[in-house]
């Protein structure tokens, strides 16, 4: 998946309608700085812009190297044949063509922001949702953080579910480690009565381990359970918070571990 800014869509069109007005010959402009702006906009849409059209990269690539060669590059005091005009004109007018004809048909959709994240990050950035937090969460689960956010961006709340709470299993079984505690993969309840019986856990990672009782991934793998819109927010909220209070704690149990033993 790949964004597309549709402002150099809208300005592709514009400019390619200016520079075939300054040919037939409307009220003169800048034509080699127009150009110029142009023959940018026609590259930098082929390179990094592109959505399947039924026209090639190198439709783009030629009609730039076409008007470099013939504006950008023309000596100066040396005037266009009319032939040279029509013939760039042809190759104006087919580009226009495609973009009027299928731009309104390409399928490029609008992704609200998810409970005050917008698309680019949940689609490409998720990591981001933990703040401070983000470097040390997606070393441990960095994958389905991903799909998570992915998940979350087009409102598949369940699937969402399903990998924030796969992501938060690993963070918990990393936690459980850091505390000295080796518990075999099973039950996200065996999970939480491990972690209720770790010293030292303070009062504010209790009440985020608190929270995660009101989930189990297990529920999510089957249609017993599907997650609404309000309940993907609150599990996010949960999740989010004790995550992020783990890894925070996983940092400071293994900087005050003996060397050896982080």
Known sequence: MQQVNAYWLYELGELLG????????????????????TIYSLRYFADDQWVPLRITKEDFTHLAEALHKTITEKPPGIVLTSATKRALGHQLDAVRQVLSRELPHTPMYYVPPRFGYVAPTLLEN????????????????????????????????????????RACELVILEYLKACGREVRRGSWQN????????????????????????????????????????????????????????????????????????
């Open 191 to 262: 999970y939480l009565a491990a972690l209720g019986q770790v010293p030292g856990v303070s009062r504010q990672m209790k009440r985020a381990l608190d929270r995660l009782t009101r989930w189990d991934r297990d529920e999510l793998m089957h249609p017993a359970r599907t997650l609404t819109e309000p309940e993907a927010e609150s599990l996010l909220d949960d999740i989010k918070a004790a995550m992020r209070d783990m890894v925070t704690d996983i940092r400071m149990r293994r900087a005050a571990a003996p060397p050896g033993q982080e």
């Open 126 to 165: 998720a990591g981001q949702i933990f703040g401070t937090g983000e470097a040390d969460v997606m070393a441990i689960a960095g994958p389905d953080i991903s799909e998570a956010g992915r998940c979350l961006a087009f409102g598949l709340w369940t699937a969402f579910g399903f990998h924030f709470l």
């Open 18 to 37: 200016r520079v075939r007005g300054v040919l037939i010959g409307e009220p003169d402009e800048d034509i080699v700085g127009l150009v110029s702006i």
